[in-house]
């Protein structure tokens, strides 16, 4: 038997009903580009977090790449990240032209605090600490290492909604975090998305333009951006999905206990096995 990782089909199943008259709302309205159903999902988020600012992305790899950017990080300069993660993470600074740093992985799969200190330059700029899984770095001792150093720290939190470390929920531990809505994470929509939190009022205001072509109202242009802009459409099923969020973190908490009871007793058929082999 086949068991897909995540069930896109039987999940359209399910939400049908919902899904498409949430679709049939925007349509109705005629203007699918930054409308209130995008404002309304970051000021959700916003909510759900604890962060002051989001903007929504076309995706989490846009998310990096952006904070990356609005931080100032550039050609030549350092910039200290996990060795496991998806290629987003390290392709995001080698597109703004800086070099990525491995620190290697502790037990828990995300990058180890203590050999952090060992791998800063004179050009080091920024750590990205990506939060594996959804489980969260050990923020504390990295934000003690960027304070000491004068770092900027980029939470790749792309993998990280709904998870929280002493409270705080991800993303809300640094300058900016990057999320991503892409189909197989917790909070998905319709296709590719993403979003940034932060704090800090600059770097929202940066990226604002920057996601929009750097228009500031319809004509005037006044940095040169991308289009990178999460879709209405996308917005609208995100802030539905919002809602449901915890259920689905549940039913996969759900699941991970249920494949450690399995392999659990497979674990068991196997030395009952081997111990048979071996008389
Ligand atoms: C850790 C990590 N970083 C970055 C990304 C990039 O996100 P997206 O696929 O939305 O561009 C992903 C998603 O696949 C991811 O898992």
């Not at 977090?49 to 931080?71: H, I, P, Q, R, V």
């Not at 899984?133 to 923020?139: A, H, N, P, S, V």
């Not at 939190?197 to 750097?214: A, E, M, P, V």
Request: glycine share 6%.
């Amino acid at each position: 038997m086949k068991v897909e990782i995540i069930d896109l089909k039987k999940r359209f199943k399910i939400e049908k009903v919902q899904i498409l008259k949430h679709i049939k709302k925007v349509l109705n309205k005629g203007n699918l580009i930054l409308t209130s159903e995008v404002s309304d999902f970051e000021n959700s988020i916003c909510k759900y977090t604890g962060s002051k600012y989001c903007l929504g992305l076309n995706s989490g790899t846009d998310a990096l790449m952006m904070s990356l950017w609005s931080l100032g990080i550039k050609k030549g300069d350092e910039v200290i990240t996990s060795p496991v993660s998806f290629i987003a993470s390290v392709s995001s600074i080698i597109h703004i032209g800086a070099k990525p740093v491995f620190v290697d992985i502790g037990y828990d799969l995300n990058m180890n605090a203590d050999l952090i200190e060992k791998a800063i330059t004179k050009k080091t700029k920024a750590i990205m600490p990506v939060h594996w899984t959804g489980r969260i770095c050990d923020m504390d001792k990295i934000c003690k290492i960027a304070k000491k150093y004068n770092l900027k720290i980029i939470e790749d939190s792309a993998q990280g909604m709904g998870s929280y470390f002493k409270k705080k929920h991800a993303g809300t531990f640094s300058d900016i975090a990057a999320f991503s809505a892409h189909p197989l994470k917790n909070l998905n929509g319709l296709g590719d998305g993403g979003f940034v939190l932060t704090n800090k009022k600059f770097l929202y205001d940066k990226i604002k333009l920057f996601r929009n072509h750097g228009l500031k109202g319809r004509d005037n242009v006044e940095t040169i951006g991308v289009n990178s802009r999460l879709d209405s459409l996308n917005a609208e099923v995100l802030s539905f999905r919002l809602k449901k969020l915890k259920s689905v973190i549940n039913q996969r908490q759900k699941n991970i206990n249920l494949y450690r009871k399995l392999i659990k007793k497979l674990k068991l058929l196997m030395k009952l096995i081997i111990k048979k082999m071996q008389m």
